[in-house]
């Protein structure tokens, strides 16, 4: 996937200069045709590995079934590349007819608390179109991992939009944490992706395996009791987006020896919910295989020793808004 996605940000841009002359109901029905034609290709490459993983996390299902799901997901992929790259210089001035919002009375209420809020998702939908729209509105501001060649320029794209990161590559790890508690601390919103994988992050369950996510928002938020909105987009038809705010986690009254393990749990669980229920939608299935830890259990009894570390070593990372 980050091959195909180094085939478009690399080298001369002239090609998507001229994508952006084709109409969009034309790019849509190229995005269609291509999803069905790979969907139906032979069990090998990215469909054969994203049918792998789907068995894997969301059990077995009829053929047919399958197939349509990976054909979504292979359509999801396209749809946002093109948005992403050509089509976000049309932003400004769409988000009447762009964005169908649900919800968004569970933000403003947690920011009139005034100690910010956390915006938490894992990555479903067009989550750069989702931070955009947050940026319309609030003082908002991510973690990226912008070091990556293929995706930097995604970055940079939206930065000239008035997307605000910190680089959570570059960014040492306390002056992150800082940072991020600062601008909470201003009646801030911060968007974390919490599914984004590193080995060193703490050991966690996921989809009932082993594997190690962030804990920067359990962090955050057990420090300075704030307000945790879970938050997740999809495709609702074409080029609308439906963006769906909850009301806050119940996390702020965690405590004990293993409290943030369990608010990490809360936090995962949702992640799992949302995933199931938008399976077509979440962005890791081209190559959530390589999360997985062989153990079956990181830790044993007590803690696992990554929770012993320092608060600022699990700083949030985000993910595809990330390496």
């Not at 930065?159 to 601008?183: I, M, N």
């Amino acid at each position: 996937m980050y091959e195909w996605i180094r085939k478009f940000t690399s080298g001369d841009n002239g090609w998507l200069r001229l994508i952006y002359l084709i109409p969009r109901p034309a790019v849509h029905l190229l995005c269609v045709i291509t999803s069905w034609i790979l969907s139906r290709l032979p069990a090998a490459g990215l469909p054969s590995r994203v049918r792998r993983n789907m068995d894997d996390l969301l059990g077995p299902c009829g053929v047919g079934e399958r197939r349509t799901l990976i054909r979504q997901y292979l359509f999801n992929v396209f749809m946002a590349l093109y948005e992403i790259l050509v089509d976000s210089g049309r932003l400004p001035g769409s988000r009447g007819w762009r964005f169908r919002v649900e919800g968004e009375r569970h933000l403003a209420e947690a920011l009139e608390h005034g100690r910010g809020a956390i915006v938490y998702t894992p990555h479903i939908g067009n989550f750069f179109y989702s931070y955009w729209y947050l940026c319309q509105t609030y003082d908002c501001l991510t973690v990226a991992t912008a070091g990556s060649p293929e995706l930097r320029p995604l970055y940079l794209k939206f930065a000239e939009l008035g997307c605000p990161g910190l680089d959570y590559d570059s960014t040492p790890p306390l002056e992150l944490l800082r940072k991020l508690r600062s601008h909470l601390k201003r009646g801030g919103v911060v968007f974390l992706l919490g599914d984004f994988y590193r080995p060193s992050f703490p050991a966690v369950r996921f989809f009932g395996k082993s594997t190690r996510l962030p804990a920067g928002a359990a962090v955050l938020s057990m420090e300075g009791g704030v307000p945790v909105v879970p938050f997740c987009s999809w495709r609702e038809k074409g080029f609308v987006h439906h963006l769906r705010f909850e009301a806050p986690l119940p996390l702020a009254s965690s405590s004990g020896r293993n409290a943030r393990e369990e608010v990490v749990g809360v936090l995962n669980t949702y992640m799992e919910r949302v995933i199931r229920e938008k399976p077509a939608e979440w962005f890791y299935w081209f190559n959530a295989e390589e999360r997985w830890e062989a153990s079956a259990d990181h830790h044993g009894p007590g803690q696992p020793p990554e929770m012993s570390r320092p608060a600022a070593s699990a700083v949030q990372g985000s993910g595809t808004f990330g390496a």
